[in-house]
């Protein structure tokens, strides 16, 4: 277990919402241009409709959301939820006996097409990162039930004179989330227990066989967050982002299978592959659009677009 | 005038809405630490409730947003607006005359305490940057409407072993928006006709007595942009954000008469302040915050607001 400390954060939390408005983009003729495709990795990985979503609280702690076409379901099949009014109510248990709730209701909710197939990964039901969590389920039911799902994406790459070569892995074709699709140098999920740090530790070792003493270049840039519908499905994701800085001669060696291969690509080819559509998994896309905002590889005067992707990837905050 | 082309955006705006939802922060105890204050810096200057606003359309594009109680008087007064459903409309002029009669309603509105007192300064009606502008008018009258806008900020700072010293202003006491309040390094909003980097080299100049081939090296690193509001006012602005390091011997010098002193502080001292509730201008402090984030100067596992933080100021695209 790790020694954080409980929560710090007293004000509200701060929930984003996409409104999709009519685009106040242009009053003449509208341009195409090669940006067109990095708003749209950005509009597709934010994609949720939270108003399709019904709140469910945990001892009056909004924990999580479910979509209002299996509310009713949910609420015949699991007994413990209650309506109370445009809310789903779940009190009375304690974090231990809402934990063995959750692992009674997976096999009946895999059965029934509600939850994924148990992946046998615990992870915490916890809002924010670091607080004390509500419960522990599998990794499977988040998606279910809308609970937040923390992750660590790392950006690899080699400085160069013509700026960054970015290390790109494609993953598995036998993976069940995202076949053959190009994914992040090192990416996954933070199971319940572990730190930041040591899931970057543990993914850099299983996805890209890198040591600590490599990875321990690796430097927090921040996050990001999105809420990702996927049918009736719900991730509400934070990503702890870092950058690692990689020797030209070290070379990332998949160990766990969900990698097929590496390639170190410059990053004028790992924009223009985003641009043209190349098949990130979904929540790769912006994360390399914020390493190359970052970085200053794209220019506020040349690139048209380049306020509404700051906006998009960094607009709330604010 | 630039020589920006027209806006590449055709998907949706990506309007972020902030939804102060009852905090999921714990079940348990909660525990103050000190980064209770940073989260305030953020909700501070992102405090808009845009459901107290009236979207204005300008021949079918949201231009920008007005105040439900100021409305009927804007209607009553301005001929040219007319009420739609749920909507303010102006159709029929086109951008000069527009140009015009935002020129000619400025004195009325702040005769009326509806409009702050002119600035002499032009900006474009454009969303998003870099698109044709609707109209141009006086900065002063861009809160009135809600109209979007665009400034540039840069941390200007001096690499050390310890981490980054920062150079931070103190306004001078006779300023009408934040006087006597900290400020970024440079920090100005975009005139009409003028880049990005067009504005930053200016501001330099004016704020910060830094030449071209001191501000040369700054570096851009992405936006933010947040809804403010001030009664009635709406400030609708995203930030160009931008990296200066600077060499030890180069003192910022104010020209201007914007700025009384500045300061070169360790980070950890701007970080301090920050917690502290120092007098930072209202959307200063997120830009010192992103900049810490960024340079790995705050670690997830260790402040345990992190997560919120990074989703406060970086959730949203995503």
Redesign the interface.
């Known amino acids: 277990m790790?020694a954080?400390?409980?929560?710090?954060?007293?004000?509200?939390?701060?929930?984003?919402?996409?409104?999709?408005?009519?685009?106040?983009?242009?009053?003449?003729?509208?341009?195409?241009?090669d940006?067109?495709g990095l708003?749209?990795i950005?509009?597709a990985?934010?994609n949720a409709n939270l108003r399709d979503f019904v709140?469910l609280?945990?001892?009056?702690?909004?924990?999580g959301r479910v979509h209002h076409r299996r509310a009713p379901y949910l609420l015949k099949c699991l007994p413990w939820l209650q309506q109370g009014a445009d809310v789903l109510l779940w009190n009375g248990d304690d974090?231990a006996g809402r934990t063995r709730r959750l692992a009674e209701a997976l096999p009946v909710l895999a059965e029934a097409g509600l939850a994924r197939a148990p992946t046998g990964e615990l992870f915490d039901v916890v809002?924010?990162?670091?607080?004390?969590p509500?419960a522990r389920c599998d990794r499977a039911l988040l998606p279910t039930f809308g609970f937040p799902g923390?992750g660590v994406h790392v950006v690899g790459y080699v400085a160069d004179a013509g700026g960054p070569l970015i290390w790109i892995p494609r993953r598995s074709h036998d993976r069940e989330i995202a076949p053959g699709q190009l994914d992040n140098t090192i990416a996954g999920g933070i199971a319940s227990g572990m730190?930041?740090?040591e899931t970057l530790r543990k993914e850099a070792q299983e996805e890209a066989g890198l040591p600590p003493p490599v990875v321990d270049a690796a430097?927090?840039?921040?996050?990001?967050?999105?809420c990702h519908q996927e049918g009736e499905f719900l991730r509400d994701d934070?990503?702890?982002?870092y950058?690692l800085p990689m020797h030209r001669d070290v070379r990332p060696r998949n160990l766990d299978g969900e990698v097929e291969d590496f390639s170190l690509m410059p990053w004028r080819q790992v924009l223009e592959l985003l641009r043209n559509g190349a098949s990130f998994k979904f929540?790769c896309g912006?994360v390399l659009i914020?390493f190359l905002?970052?970085?200053?590889l794209?220019?506020?005067?040349r690139e048209?677009?380049?306020?509404?992707?700051?906006?998009?990837?960094?607009?709330?905050?604010?």
Chains 1, 2 share one sequence.
């Open positions: 790790s954080r400390v409980g929560p710090t954060w007293r004000g509200p939390c701060l929930q984003l919402q996409w409104r999709p408005e009519r685009c106040g983009c242009s009053t003449g003729t509208r341009r195409e241009t940006m067109r708003p749209a950005i509009s990985c934010a709140p609280h945990i001892d009056g702690t909004m924990a974090p809002r924010p990162f670091g607080g004390i509500l923390y730190t930041v740090i430097q927090p840039t921040g996050g990001l967050a999105y934070t990503l702890f982002l950058d929540n912006p914020d905002l970052r970085h200053g794209m220019d506020p005067d048209p677009g380049y306020s509404g992707l700051a906006r998009g990837l960094r607009g709330s905050a604010l």
